[in-house]
T-cell receptor, first 115, second 116 residues
Framework: GAVVSQHPSRVICKSGTSVKIECRSL??????MFWYRQFPKKSLMLMAT?????????EQGVEKDKFLINHASLTLSTLTVTSAHPEDSSFYIC???????????FGPGTRLTVT | AQSVTQLGSHVSVSEGALVLLRCNYS??????LFWYVQYPNQGLQLLLK??????LVKGINGFEAEFKKSETSFHLTKPSAHMSDAAEYFC??????????????FGKGTHLIIQP
């Protein structure tokens, strides 16, 4: 089946620094990748949609200058949290789909803790 | 705009009993509907999905769900609960867009507890 990986699985960074999270589709070409954020005991919230080779589309309320998304290839998307603050601490999950498929395949998530 | 409502943030059933997790949605267009399961500190695993066709869909691990348009519901059931079913369950909706589907809108999740 389709496999999506994320790296790192956990990261701790200091306030004011930036951290990059990678999302890779291992056995298929992901024309579209999605980034979600999950707060403790809360649902997942769609942050942005990225299509390979084009700029990401951000959901309302998500700061595009703070959460930089790059989808430079059909197998890799990155989310960079810039100038991280403790309120950015969360579980970030990516998903990927190919072509016009309705199904998304989820990565295992990245736990970000900002101290 | 789409939304998903999951009734009951926690559901507790005895091992061997029926599992029923409720999901209602709102969508201005025919929806695609999904149920996902999440184990602690892990990503999401797809249980089942409805896109078109048969309204009763069967998924993995003995789960099934029925799309009822008139009730805007997509409740998840399993005849006999197993201890390994204890997890967080999310109902989600998306809409067909340009031949594919948009990002998912999730419900708040239901934590399923299995009593021995």
């Amino acid at each position: 089946g389709a496999v999506v990986s994320q790296h790192p699985s956990r990261v701790i960074c200091k306030s004011g620094t930036s951290v990059k999270i990678e999302c890779r589709s291992l056995d298929f070409q992901a024309t579209t990748m999605f980034w979600y954020r999950q707060f403790p005991k809360k649902s997942l919230m769609l942050m942005a949609t990225s299509n390979e080779g084009s700029k990401a589309t951000y959901e309302q309320g998500v700061e595009k200058d703070k959460f930089l998304i790059n989808h430079a290839s059909l197998t890799l998307s990155t989310l960079t949290v810039t100038s991280a603050h403790p309120e950015d601490s969360s579980f970030y999950i990516c998903s990927a789909r190919w072509g016009n498929s309705y199904e998304q395949y989820f990565g295992p998530g990245t736990r970000l803790t900002v101290t | 705009a789409q939304s998903v409502t999951q009734l009951g943030s926690h559901v507790s059933v005895s091992e061997g009993a029926l599992v029923l997790l409720r999901c209602n949605y709102s969508s201005s267009v025919p929806p695609y509907l999904f149920w996902y399961v999440q184990y602690p500190n892990q990503g999401l695993q797809l249980l089942l999905k409805y896109t078109t066709g048969a309204t009763l869909v069967k998924g993995i691990n003995g789960f099934e769900a029925e799309f009822k348009k008139s009730e805007t519901s997509f409740h998840l059931t399993k005849p006999s609960a197993h201890m390994s079913d204890a997890a967080e369950y999310f109902c989600a909706v998306s809409s067909p867009s340009g031949g594919g589907a948009d990002g998912l809108t999730f419900g708040k999740g239901t934590h399923l507890i299995i009593q021995p």
